[in-house]
């Protein structure tokens, strides 16, 4: 008996697991910070919280890539949504900060559903409608980001501001554990595929930074890209620090505020980028995407009331949804066609190292000089992307 391919049936399992990642780490997000000051975590030590989860996947997004390619899809996409969920319920136990940052590392090293997954929709899908899945995909991790801090918002008691620490990490690994079952129950194994030069193996990484570098037109969006990525991991990693310092924000406020960000980045990304794209093109939407979000950092020196916060969280979500996606789509249709692959996995790679030390530099920005200062630092490094952007207008159109 000869076993059928995967079809669309198994992406849309796949879609729903990716789902169930983001929604928990959706949930998790707004109560982190105050959580880990709960045990008398500084600045620092909070953000240094959230960089240990991104070292710890960005370490095992190595083996867990080459791990699948031999054991198969499945089997790792179960393993790491229960890794997930058990890292969730190690975190709602906690008793003390070095409880939290081992809880942490291990749900970094579990957490190779979207390597994984990637991976399976490149296996399933031919090569010219890949870019179509991976925009599904990317909308699937967009609607557990947004769903999840509006749960988080539901677990304040909608409007008391009471938070359940414990009730919220033990609900993100529920939703985790919801993940593996689906994985383990619905999911089918893609065919084998014989990988002669596997994309996340270390030497073909690095292989990928070169062959971005002799690309110009490649190397212009990742480079922007970078300092979107970097700004926007330090953003995440100290603004309930910044908020309850500055507004007497809560866990219920910052929820709030995330639902509100992560909706309207799902609205521009969704229904804004596409028709704008073709009339303006990529490049400009990167120029305006830039510069709304250098003026929205520089705007924390206005915010002395919530409704001025935002406003600024406005401009920051219009930029990026505006830029990010529009940056994809310029190194996709740069790169060589025989190098797609490599200019993705470049890209790729430089959004894992700033989710790790976007948030250590905004912590350690915070703790010296200021709780404002990771915001003008990072206004004025937008800033500079916007000036790269524009010279890129010019340098590609020249070409």
Known sequence: MIKRPPGKGAIGVLLLIVFFDMLAFGIIIPFTPFWAERYGASPFEVTLLFSTYSFFAFLSSFPWGVISDKWGRRPILCFSMLGTAISFAMVSQADALWMLFAARAFGGLMGGTLPVAQAYIADVTPREERAGRMGMMGAAIGAGFVLGPGIGWALTGLGTGEADFRTAFMIAAGVGALGFVAALLLLREPPAKTVSDDPRSIPARLKAFSVAGATPAVLYPIIILTLLAFCMAGLEATFALWTERQLHWGVREVSIFFLYIGGIMVLVQGGMVRPLAKRLGEAKLVVAGALLMSIGYASVLFVYAPPL???????????????????????????????????????????????????ITAGAAFTGFGRDAPYLAGAIILFIAFLIAVWAVRVVSKD
């Open 309 to 359: 916060a935002f406003v600024g969280g406005a401009l920051i979500a219009v930029g990026f949804g505006l830029a990010s996606p529009s940056l994809t789509a310029l190194i996709s249709r740069n790169a060589p066609d025989e190098h797609q692959g490599a200019a993705m996995g470049a890209s790729q790679s430089v959004q894992s190292l700033c989710r790790i030390l976007g948030p």
